[in-house]
């Protein structure tokens, strides 16, 4: 009895061991279709628009908390509205405001009205390694669930702090999007490309953003535009070409429409970066009153634009168009019009 006593001791023993065992391991890794279909379900394409409803920037995210997603700080600062979509669905989120930011990494959380999603997990940034696959989700100048697949090719030191670099694209659009390992956990947030000789993709890693999550906040209004050079921030050094990089806005049409030039118009583009741009390739999208697009004008602006300024940029479409979308006589169109950056190359 005794012996039998001691055996199953040893067996109980010995199970607890596996199961310990098993328990301190890893996640499990997943196929990059199991990746994808999680991040999918948590991926956000953000719509960040000013007082008046012109589109200001586009961005992504991702549910890290019941309604509340993670996502860049650049992506909505200085919008005073905006709406989240998952991608793959036609219903809108409204952004009801913060609730929490860290400016120095470039990281917002936005409350979310009546939102449910799945939430990605947070991994430990502190853990990943150069050589490591990795997999970026975002939406890329509007392309909603674009899944890029890479390597951690170097992890930089910034003062204190640490960058990822990856080779996964990040463009316009794609900044505020999860970067993912191989067992599906969020070790960065995807911030900035720079693009000089080669392409350099930068992410804040995931323990920034694991730290903001513990220190929930009561909601706040979205934060106002700050200039970069009042702003301390992580990305600094690098030039960051992203959805704030250069913006476009302020369109008006140069003669009435009944006139022989009708269909001429202008519009503004903004250089945030320090450093000059030129050769950048604009989408203007035109819209009727009923919110239905009419005409797309494609513009690539060659001049160079300096940091912190901006130039006036013309072009011309059909003058039906102008006649659609503005009242007699008036040189401010009375319907949307957007104007997306799709493109730029950084003057070294």
Known sequence: ???????????????????????SQPAHAQ?????AKRAFGSTVLLVMED????????????????????????????????????????????????????????LVLLRMSAARAQLLSIGNSNSVEVGEAIYAVGNPQGLE????????????????????QITAPISPGSSG????NARGEVIGVAAAT?????????????????????????VAPLPRAMPGSKRPSILADFGGRNTEGVSGGQIQWSFPYHGALAGGYSFSLRNHLREPVRDVLCL??????????????AVTFRDVIPGGLARRVTSAVHQSVQELTTRDGSGTPATKIDVRVLDFRIVQ
């Open 194 to 218: 720079f693009k000089g000789g080669q392409n350099l993709n930068f992410a804040i890693p995931s323990n920034y953003l694991k730290a903001l999550t513990e220190k929930p906040q009561p």
């Open 177 to 180: 999007g999860p970067v993912l």
């Open 31 to 35: 196929t990059a279709q199991e990746i």
């Open 51 to 106: 007082a008046k409803g012109q589109l200001v920037s586009l961005g992504s995210g991702f549910f890290v908390r019941e309604g509340v997603v993670a996502s860049n700080l650049h992506v909505v600062e200085g919008a005073s509205r905006g709406y989240a979509k998952l991608v793959g669905q036609k219903a809108k989120l409204d952004i009801d405001g913060t609730v929490g930011m860290d400016p120095a990494r470039d």
């Open 1 to 23: 009895m005794h012996r039998t006593i001691c055996c199953a001791k040893r067996l109980a023993l010995l199970f607890c061991g596996f199961l310990l065992a098993a328990l």
């Open 284 to 297: 203007i999208i035109f819209f009727d009153r009923a919110a239905n697009p009419i005409e797309v004008d």
């Open 145 to 164: 669930g674009t899944f890029s697949q890479g390597i951690v090719s170097g992890i930089r030191q910034v003062g204190s702090d640490k960058l990822l």
